[in-house]
Each structure stands twice: as C-alpha cells, then as structure tokens.
C-alpha cells in the first residue's frame, strides 16, 4: 500500500486537484445535455492532455467521468430526457417523483447514489482490480451471450402493464441493432444501399430521438407560456429524513456490486449495470408495484449503479491493457502517448500514475457531492424558470448540435427526427420505449458471442451451457425471468389465505 | 378508439416484421437466420396485439395527440429547421428557430424571446465552435467568403 | 475521356477560385478518421495532428465516423471538397481490403492520395504450450492439423485476417478464423485461451510476451521484426512476396490541387520524421514510413490487387 501513499500526495497538488475540480463540474454539464456524452468530452479534450503532466490530464479523464454519470441524471428526473444512455433507467422513477414534486429528493438521492457506487468501484480498483482482471480472462464467447441473456431478462420490469407490447418494443430494437454490416460474415444488412447505414444506427442518436423529442413535443402541446417559479420548483435543499439512507443501504451495496461487475467485463457498459440494478432493486423490493411510480429506490439504484461502472471499467484496461470501453481506451491511449506500455507491467512501470489515476477515480466520485448537488439545484434548475415554449427550441437545438457532431453527418439529424417522433406516438400507444434500447444495446453483443461461441465449438451449442461460468449464468437467467412470477404467485396465495382466514 | 389503434400498430409491426423476415431471407448463413427469427418474432408479436385488440370488448377512449395544433406546429418546425441547417449553416438556423417557434406557439414577448435567442445561440457558439472546435455546417454568409 | 475532363475542368475550377496558394491553409482543417476515438489510428492521427498544426500554423479539428471496418467514414469523406481544408487519416483496411467484401460507394480514384506515414506487422502468436517454438514448426503444426485450430482477427475480410490467410494459402493450412471487434477484444480471448492462435497488431501482446504468457511466432512483414525476437517475418520462410502490414496515410479527396498535395506531403514527411513522433511510433512497435502523393496511389493499387486475389480464394469477394 506503500504507492497509495506516494500517489496520494502526488494528487494533493494544486494541478491535479483543479482539474478534478473543474472537470467534475464540467462532467455534471456534459451529461445533463442531452447529446452530449463522456466519451465525446474525453476524446475532444484527449489532444489537450498530450502536453499536460499525465496526473492533471488524467485527473480530468476521471472527472469528467464521473461527473457526467451523475449528470445524465438531471435532465432524466427534471424534464425524463435522459442526458446520458446510462440514465434510462433513472427516468422511470426519478421522472415521476419530479412530477410528485419531488425533484429536489429524486436530485439529492441521484447525485448521493452515484457518489456512493464511483466510491465503491474507485475502492474496488484499488484493491482486487488485478484479482478482478484475472477472472474476467474466463468469460468467453459463450459467456457473454449469456450475460447479454441476463440483461435481455431485465425486459421484464420494463414492460410495464403490456407485456406483449413490452416484448414486442424488444424484438423491434434487437432488430435496429443489427443495420449495418455483419462483423461476423462481412455482409451488410438493411442497409438499402446507405453508405451511413454501414456502420449501424448509432444508438445515441436513436436515443435522443426517442428519448428527448416525446417530452419536447409534450412541452409544446403544453404551450406553457409563464415558466415555474422558484417556490413551485421547490428545490431548496431536502435533508434527508431519519432512517432514510439506511432504507438505501441494501440498494447502494447490491448496486454497487453489480456495477462493479458489469464495469470489469470489457464490452459492458454504465447502460447494462442501471438497468441490471434496477431490476434488482424492484427484485428485491416488498413492494414492487410502486417502482416506476416515483419511488426512491429505483433512482438509487440506477445511479448507484451506472457510476458503479466507471472505476471498474478501468480495471481491465490498466491490469491487462485491454480496454473494455471507449472512455478506458482513451485513458490508455493518454497512457501511451505518455510514453507507458499498457499491460500487466503498467502497474510497476510507473505505481504513482496509475495508483494516481485510482486515487483521482475516488476523489472525483466524492466531489459529486459538493459540485452536483450545488451544479444541479443552482444552475440546472434555473432552466425550468424559462417558459415552456422558449425550452422547446432550445432542447431543440441542443439536440440537433450534440447529435450532429457525433459523426458530422446531416442525415442522423433525420434519424433522430424519425425515432423521436416515432417515440412519440408508440408511447402514447402504451408501448414502452426502454426496451428498444435495450434490444440496441445487447442485440448484438448477443448475436456475435452466439455465433463466436459455435464457431469455436464447431457448431455445436451443447457448449454453451456445459462450461461452468455459463452455466450459473445460464441459470441465473432462467431465476431472473421466474422470480417476479414466483414472488406474485406466492403474494397472491398470501392473500388468499388472508382472504380466506378472515 | 383503443382497439382501432391497437388493429393499426399490430398491423404495423406485423408488416414490419414479415418485411425484415423477407429481406433476411437473402442475407447467407447464420448472419441471415438471426434477423429471420427477429423478424418473424416481431410478425408473431404484432398479431398477439392485433388478435388481443380484435377480441377486446372494452374500446376505451385513448387520445394520440392532446393538442394537435402546437404537435403539429412543433414537428413542422422542426423538419424545417433540420432541412434549413445545410442551406442556410447551423447557428442561422438555430437563431431562426428559436426567435420563430415562440410566436408561432403564442408566445408575445418579442423582446424575452430574443434575448433568450440570443444568449443561447451565443452559449452554443461558445462551447462548441471556439471551446471545442467542431466543425458544423458553415453558415450562408461565411461559407460564400471563405469556401474555395 | 468525359471523366477526364471533367477532372481537369475541376481541377482547374479549384485553382482559380481558391486563393493565392500561399495563403494555404488560412482557416482550420478538418480531419476525418474512420474508426472511433481511443484505437491505433486515431491516436497516431491525433497525435501527428498536434505536430502538423504547429507547422501549418492552422488548428485541425478531428472528426471521428466509425463504423463498417472504416468503410462509412471513408463514404462520407469521399464527398468532401478538395480545397485542402478536408483530409482523411486512415489505416489500409478502409481502401485495400473493405473493398472486397463489402458493396462501397468508393473506389481508389475517389481520394487523392498525399502520403503514408508509418506502418507495423501483424504477429500470430500461441500460448506457451503450444507444440512449436519456431514459424516454420508453427506453420508445419498447422498443416499437418487442419481446422484444428482456432485464430483470432479483427473481423471478417479484414486486413488482418486476409494477411494471415496469405499465407496459410500459400502453405495449404486452413485454421478457423474468429473474429473479434479489436486486437484487444482478440487479447483478452486469447489469454482466456478461448482461441488458440491470437492474430493482430504487435504492440497489445507485446508485454505479454515478456511475461512469457505468449509467444509470437510469426510475422506478417518480409523482415523479422526486433521487438519480437522469436518471430519470423516471411522472408525467412520463404514467403516474402505474401507481406501484408498495416500502415496509415493521409489523403485528401478527388480532385486535390497538386500544390496542396505537394505542401501537405512535405510537412508531414517532417512531421513523421520528427524525434517526438519516431519515438511515439516506436512505444506502439510502428516504423515510421513516408510514401508521397503518385507513388502512394501505385501502393495502394498493388495491395488492392493481391488482396482481391486472397479474398477471391476465400470466398469472401462480393
């Protein structure tokens, strides 16, 4: 532990505790716009740090990190425009205890769950990171089918009332998800001739089309024309009642956790551990019913785990030097031009960078608290204070910028177009939209490590249930599609048999 | 009204569905089996809302649209604004929608709406074209001095 | 002929409209890279991005289109104007071996090429039971177990695969090919032991060599390469003519001023050749490797037409 010692006080200096500073707070703005997200920031600002000192650059990479994780939230619970993939799930309940009036309690537990899952997953990198990163090595093909099962499973709290059409939003996005050319057989599918479709739709700009036009276009249909005053907003600062956060504890820790795993497995991202937390949380919870009607926990456990993510997805990236994601594959490529080696001698090469890079994951995770909490009540809200129909234009706008500059093209512009307004309509037709995401995000990681995993094993798909780590995953998946059946069944036999003793 | 809507969004996926199924039918190996069974999957699924909708007795009231004028005046000024960001460069554009859609949609404080315009665009400038340096489509009047 | 003079009538419409070429560059360029931020091509490209804005006295700004094997960003740079304010930073895959597998709007003709700036091997390396220790005995393995062995690559008709597949035509070896999103996707199989055979740049397995978790038996470039002792490029096992590597270049599209291409070309001969750079290249096993403007394009047309052959074989061709 001696590096930790060395590293901490390299990171106590004014460079590096400035730009935590400064980019924790740039981070909270870059993920409550929507279009905006980390891996955009990071990559514009990767240049810049090619001549920095490496623990301020990668004070900045943490920071902004961290920051926008929890700043996806603010749009998600104030206007149910999730500001980054990772908050969909924080707008099932965060939006409609917005609408409680509760938003300033859905804000403080946000930011609070997503400074408590980057503590965990900082504390995890630091600690059994390479133990973590070994393990990782077993997960082949086969095994991520079936963890792409597992997160395809956690459909079922999405659905809402209409399973069918639950299932059916599901299949639509499995099928979004596999445009563009087949990396597996070189051939291109529902292309039509698109060069741009080559590439697949971009799941971003199918995300801010369905997710951000719906209530933009509700803003208008609204056509408020006066704006909330500061006491409607009543987002002066809640305390947290007594007891409060220890009815968050079980939900933070299962968060966490399950961030954590997701985070360490390189392709999985922030998107899968909320969705996969909150499903456990609803899972777990005496009262399932009320998630998706405003209820805290749900919140918590989205947030909690999509920063849960975020250290953990470092650690294959700077214990083996593959990176599990975009924002690790920056953070190496910072590394590199740095003028160290990725891979398992990272650590000995230089233990103060790296155990920097730890540090600075911990404290940037812990100044959520101080500038998210103060960036979301302060500045954020101020925007409901403009009239309903200036926001609309302005959303409007920022939506076309952030998708524009994701890949310079006119034509996403149009495809967001088309998904928003498409979201629209089979919103108002009970078809939930959750799940089409979902369907982009995990389709095709399931298709490729299917057909991987036969083309290893020959075609022959006894393989992917007989080896141990695929079998528990396999069974698991199978526990989490019962459970909620299991656990309404027995509710309904208890009330029976209460019926039926009174 | 419930039912007729859910007949049409069966009907639509099911549709949907048959054409993807169709057109996986000419994609080789498993790289075409996949999209089939999607396909088909979102064929069947489209008819359970249809079948389910065409036996339900109940036929509650569900509105699509609240207020159909600022929807439609909302989406039109939106395609118009995505078709005008080539043309005419994207903080034109931008200024154009934000100082005309406020009117159009009842808004009568000309001077809060520019102000508002304008402090925006400006905020858009700043953090994407001098920050962050990203090209965006150039507007009119510069693209005709500078473009070669 | 049509075409020609439509190029020339172009090329002379660029000239006179477009200002005194003295001037060039007087306002930021844009540079599009097809492959997403954080990979090999973009850090290289970023990083020569930072050395060419100091000697253009102009800012660059990156512009990252990913996605089909690099094959949407060069679609959508192809309709650029080339008024050198828009250059291209890619790897060969995009324009010698995308081609073959997948239907494009592009050819060769549709960039100007400018120049190349530096190049690596691809290795083949086995985990460190596996039953050879040298490329000759690796390669005879092979041959004597057909599809037997299972080897990772960056996709299906990519450069890698049809760089490893180069030769084990020319051997008569057929291994399974798998193929993964990256060479890091491939690592982390590979030292799973999920595949037997990793296939992909040098420098991600490169420490996993010294830890004597991998051995690298063979390379793809005609010369051994230093950093991988234990490997033999394939002019030692007779197969030099299969080379295949991976380089990166800059272009610019259709119809670009000879003078701006002879500018640019200049300038990033300088920018590579730079002791800073040399030194970055060399952390990621790349050599520098400057080919310029009409030379650049004979290159390319040679690669495309070996690797239509190979995918031809394959059955991967179109």
Not at chain 3, 54 to 76: F, M, P, R
Request: aromatic share 6%; net charge neutral; with cysteine.
């Amino acid at each position: 532990m001696d590096f930790l010692l060395n590293a901490t006080s390299a990171v106590m200096a004014t460079g590096p505790l400035v730009a935590m500073l400064g980019a924790t707070l740039l981070g909270v703005l870059i993920g409550a716009l929507p279009g905006l997200n980390p891996v955009m920031a990071i990559a514009l600002l990767l240049p810049l740090t090619y001549s920095m000192d490496p623990l301020v650059a990668l004070a900045m990479v943490a920071g902004i990190y961290n920051g926008s994780m929890y700043g996806g939230a603010i749009p998600a619970i104030l206007l149910r425009i999730p500001g980054t993939p990772a908050s969909i799930a924080t707008t099932f309940d965060g939006f409609p205890m917005a609408e409680k009036g509760e938003a300033a309690k859905a804000l403080k537990i946000a930011c609070w769950s997503s400074a408590v899952g980057g503590i965990a997953s900082a504390l995890a990198l630091m600690t059994v990171g390479p133990l973590l990163a070994r393990a990782t090595l077993h997960f082949g093909p086969a095994e991520y089918f079936w963890i792409a099962m597992f997160g395809m499973a956690s459909v079922g709290v999405m659905v809402g009332s209409d399973p069918v059409k639950g299932v059916m939003a599901a299949v639509l996005g499995l099928l979004l998800g596999t445009v563009g050319i087949d990396q597996l057989s070189g051939q291109a599918r529902y292309t039509f001739d698109q060069p741009w479709l080559l590439g697949g739709l971009d799941l971003v700009v199918v995300l801010v089309g369905l997710y951000a036009l719906p209530p933009v276009l509700q803003l208008a249909e609204k056509c408020d024309l006066k704006g909330l005053s500061a006491a409607q907003l009543r987002l002066a600062s809640v305390p947290f009642r007594k007891g409060e956060v220890k009815g968050l504890l079980p939900t933070w820790g299962r968060s966490s956790l399950i961030g954590i795993f997701v985070g360490i497995l390189p392709g999985a991202g922030g998107n899968i551990a909320a969705f996969l937390s909150y499903n456990a949380a609803k899972n777990a919870s005496s009262e399932p019913e009320s998630f998706g009607k405003g209820n805290p926990q749900g919140v918590a456990a989205a947030e909690c785990g999509n920063n849960a993510d975020n250290a953990a997805s470092m650690i294959p990236a700077l214990t083996l030097g593959i990176p599990g994601n975009v924002v690790a594959a920056l953070v190496l490529s910072a590394l590199m031009i740095h003028g160290l080696q990725p891979g398992p001698q990272l650590f000995h090469q230089n233990p103060v960078l790296v155990g920097g890079f730890m540090i600075e994951m911990l404290l940037t995770s812990v100044l959520i608290l101080l500038v998210g909490g103060a960036a979301a009540t302060r500045i954020f809200a101020q925007i409901q204070r403009l009239p309903g129909v200036l926001l609309v234009p302005s959303i409007l706008v920022l939506m076309c910028v952030g998708v524009y500059v994701i890949n310079g093209r006119p034509v996403d512009l149009w495809v967001m177009l088309a998904a928003g307004t498409a979201g629209y309509l089979l919103e108002k037709l009970n078809v939930p939209l959750a799940p089409i995401i979902l369907g982009m995000i995990l389709g095709p990681m399931a298709e490729q490590s299917v057909r991987r995993a036969l083309l290893i094993s020959r075609g022959d798909p006894v393989e992917l249930l007989t080896r141990p780590i695929s079998a528990v995953l396999a069974v698991a998946t199978v526990a989490m599609i019962l459970w909620p059946v299991m656990k309404a069944i027995k509710r309904r036999r208890a009330k029976n048999m209460s019926e039926n003793n009174a | 009204m419930e039912r007729s809507q859910d007949l049409a969004l069966g009907l639509l996926f099911a549709g949907l569905g048959l054409a993807a199924a169709w057109q996986a039918g000419s994609y080789q190996g498993a790289g075409g089996t996949y999209p089939m069974v999607l396909g088909l999957g979102l064929a069947l699924c489209g008819a359970l809302v249809m079948l389910r909708a065409a036996r339900s007795k109940t036929d509650a009231p569900r509105r699509l649209v609240d207020v159909p004028a600022n929807l439609v005046k909302a989406l039109a000024a939106g395609v118009i604004y995505v078709a005008l960001i080539l043309p005419l460069g994207f903080y034109t554009a931008s200024a154009l929608l934000m100082l005309a859609l406020p009117p159009v949609l009842g808004f009568r404080r000309p001077l809060y709406t520019a102000v508002v315009a304008a402090s925006f665009v400006a905020l858009v400038w700043i953090v994407f074209s001098l920050v962050l340096n990203k090209p965006l489509p150039a507007e009119l009047w510069a693209a005709s001095r500078l473009g070669g | 002929m049509k075409i020609n003079k439509i190029i020339v009538a172009a090329a002379l419409l660029g000239c006179t409209s477009s200002p005194a070429l003295s001037d060039y560059p007087e306002r930021p360029i844009e540079l599009t890279i097809p492959a997403g931020a954080g990979g090999g091509t973009d850090t290289s490209a970023r990083k020569l991005a930072l050395l060419l804005e100091e000697k253009l006295g102009t800012s660059i700004a990156v512009l990252n289109v990913g996605g089909g094997g690099g094959s949407v960003g060069a679609s959508q740079f192809m309709q650029a104007k080339p008024d050198g304010y828009a250059l291209f930073a890619t790897w060969n895959s995009p324009l010698t071996t995308v081609p073959q597998v997948q239907n494009v709007a592009y050819t060769l003709d549709s960039f100007t090429p400018i120049a190349s700036t530096s190049e690596t091997a691809y290795t083949l390396c086995v985990h460190p039971e596996f039953p050879a220790e040298t490329g000759e005995e690796f390669l005879a393995e092979l041959a004597a177990n057909p599809d037997k062995y299972t080897y990772g690559n960056d996709g299906i008709g990519g450069t890698m695969q049809l760089a490893a597949e180069r030769i084990f035509q020319a051997r008569d070896i057929k291994a399974v090919a798998i193929p993964f999103g990256g060479a890091g996707e491939t690592l982390q199989n590979f030292l799973g032991k999920h595949v037997d055979i990793y296939g992909g740049s040098i420098s991600p397995v490169l420490p996993y060599v010294e830890e004597k978790q991998a051995k690298c038996l063979v390379v793809t470039s005609a010369a051994d390469v230093p950093a991988l002792p234990q490997a033999a490029g394939l002019e030692s096992l007779g197969l030099g003519d299969k080379e295949t590597l991976l380089w990166r270049a800059i272009l610019g599209p259709k119809g670009l001023d000879q003078a701006i291409v002879d500018k640019l070309a200049a300038v990033i001969d300088e920018a590579v050749n730079d002791p800073s750079y040399v030194e970055f290249l060399a952390s990621k096993g790349e050599v520098p490797n400057v080919v310029k403007g009409e030379a650049l394009g004979e290159r390319l047309r040679e690669e495309f037409d070996a690797l239509a052959v190979v995918s031809k074989n394959l059955g991967l061709a179109k």
